[in-house]
């Protein structure tokens, strides 16, 4: 058994209350990379590691059809997806995680399971109990990892990198060549990290042998993009100027 707190102090605390002889405790913050002295886990027991009443109050939208298309949506799924990007590296197909959480919303909770999904994890069979705590009680949601694609190490790797960035800064560097154009698997993680995201086109294609490809185009805060992907695994990010880009497609 592993224990892992960012707070020293309490590191220290836990400690002088007594460890039982099979549990190691390391401060840390899981969020940063890390390389970690153990093996991936079995199962993951996290509290509150996104505590939504801390962060500040967004506006939601009065239509449910818009909700998922909103700035507020997408700031909460990117903050899901950073999270389970980062549990990533403490797990394997298979893992199981236990999450303790204060979600004050039901649109709270969609941005958080689809921030999981896009990080490879899913929601096992009767996935929500509660648990009391003095006059509070708490979703208790257990998902387990997947095996998909989502999931690569250097997916990961790129979210955790990009987390702390603000938008300015993730614009600076996808204005550099280097940034322009790229392919999976980075594609998928700076497609996540475009900030307020708005979909303008999509369309599909299926070719002779079964397979297919998905363009998505549309604008973010900063300028355009065309986001293509295939069943094949094949993964490619566009990005340029507003009104002014020039992108080659997958699909004639």
Same mark, same amino acid.
């Not at 979210?159 to 550099?176: F, G, P, V, Y």
């Not at 070719?207 to 300028?223: F, K, L, N, P, Q």
């Given at each position: 058994?592993?224990?892992?707190? #960012?707070?020293?102090?309490?590191?220290?605390?836990?400690?002088?209350?007594?460890?039982?002889?099979?549990?190691?405790?390391? *401060?840390?913050? !899981?969020?940063?990379?890390?390389? &970690?002295?153990?093996?991936?886990?079995?199962?993951?027991?996290?509290? @509150?590691?996104? =505590?939504?009443?801390?962060?500040?109050?967004?506006? &939601?939208?009065?239509?449910?059809?818009? #909700?998922?298309?909103?700035?507020?949506?997408?700031?909460?799924?990117?903050? %899901?997806?950073? !999270? @389970?990007?980062?549990?990533? %590296?403490?797990?394997?197909?298979?893992?199981?995680?236990?999450?303790?959480?204060?979600?004050?919303?039901? =649109?709270? !909770?969609?941005?958080?399971?689809?921030?999981?999904?896009?990080?490879?994890?899913?929601?096992?069979?009767?996935?929500?109990?509660?648990?009391? %705590?003095?006059?509070?009680? @708490?979703?208790?949601?257990?998902?387990?990892?997947?095996?998909?694609?989502?999931?690569?190490?250097?997916?990961?790797?790129?979210?955790?990198? &990009?987390?702390?960035?603000?938008? =300015?800064?993730?614009?600076?560097?996808?204005?550099?060549?280097?940034?322009?154009?790229?392919?999976?698997?980075? $594609?998928?993680?700076?497609?996540?990290?475009? =900030?307020?995201?708005?979909?303008?086109?999509? #369309?599909?294609?299926?070719?002779?042998?079964?397979?297919?490809?998905?363009?998505?185009?549309?604008?973010?805060?900063?300028?355009?993009?065309?986001? *293509?992907? $295939?069943?094949?695994?094949?993964?490619?990010?566009?990005?340029?100027?507003? #009104?002014?880009?020039?992108?080659?497609?997958?699909?004639?």
């Amino acid at each position: 058994m592993i224990g892992i707190d #960012r707070l020293d102090a309490l590191i220290e605390a836990a400690t002088d209350n007594g460890v039982p002889p099979n549990c190691t405790l390391i *401060a840390a913050d !899981y969020s940063r990379r890390v390389e &970690w002295p153990f093996d991936p886990a079995d199962l993951i027991v996290s509290s @509150f590691g996104i =505590d939504f009443d801390a962060q500040p109050v967004e506006i &939601w939208p009065r239509n449910v059809l818009e #909700r998922k298309h909103s700035p507020a949506f997408e700031t909460r799924k990117r903050e %899901s997806y950073q !999270y @389970f990007a980062a549990l990533n %590296s403490l797990s394997r197909p298979g893992t199981k995680a236990r999450l303790v959480l204060r979600i004050p919303t039901f =649109d709270h !909770y969609s941005a958080f399971i689809a921030g999981a999904e896009h990080a490879g994890w899913r929601l096992e069979p009767c996935p929500i109990k509660d648990l009391s %705590s003095g006059n509070e009680r @708490f979703p208790v949601i257990s998902l387990e990892r997947g095996s998909g694609e989502l999931a690569s190490s250097s997916i990961e790797s790129m979210a955790a990198e &990009w987390a702390n960035l603000s938008a =300015d800064e993730i614009a600076d560097l996808l204005e550099s060549s280097e940034y322009q154009h790229v392919k999976e698997p980075q $594609a998928l993680a700076l497609y996540l990290l475009l =900030d307020n995201r708005k979909e303008t086109e999509t #369309r599909t294609r299926t070719y002779d042998d079964g397979h297919t490809m998905t363009e998505v185009s549309g604008e973010w805060i900063h300028g355009e993009y065309l986001f *293509a992907r $295939a069943t094949t695994g094949y993964m490619s990010l566009q990005i340029g100027p507003p #009104r002014c880009a020039d992108f080659e497609s997958h699909i004639e």
